[in-house]
């Protein structure tokens, strides 16, 4: 083998093992919402949340649904439906649970009519565009959201759509949103990283 296809080998190699952003340091899984009840949540507002289908849904109302608990360094997983019209969003790092909303927390947005598309499904609201255009209406999407220290990173469906710093918010509960249209959320699981 010749010497430079021995160092491109050895330089992959050496990539694939560092650690990612939410690497092996990751506690274990916890599951916050299976689709059987939503203990371990706090209703705010008047949004009709209801179960149904291993899912939470909601179609009139407004509001959310808050973790009981508070996070500072985690990665977030969860599905979403949506029809075309809906506004939703994944509020994380919520500075006042009793007042959520997208000044006191970091938005991950769930909005693909938004007027104005700067922030659309994908983005944070106020802080970061999101790199592609993803439409979500109609289907299943998973959203991985990670945040760790100052970087905050979203994957929508795979798709790598914000990576930024920002020192606003270091930790919170979070929260699901309900705004328009009809909206479900299934699969929530966090897990605590270092």
Known sequence: MNRSLTRALGLALAIAALP???SAQGGEWTTLFDGSSLDGWRVLG???WALADAAVSANSGGGFLVSEQSYGD???RLEYWVEEPANSGVFIRCADPQ???DRNCYEVNIFDTR????YRTGGIVHLAAPSSVISSAGHWNSYEITAQGSRL???LNG???VDTTDEQFASGPFALQYGAGTVRFRNVRIRSIN
């Open 20 to 22: 990612t952003l939410a």
């Open 46 to 48: 008047d949004a009709n």
């Open 74 to 76: 985690f990665e977030l």
């Open 99 to 101: 007042n959520v909303n």
């Open 115 to 118: 007027p104005d598309q700067t």
């Open 153 to 155: 990173v979203v994957v």
């Open 159 to 161: 798709t790598q759509t």
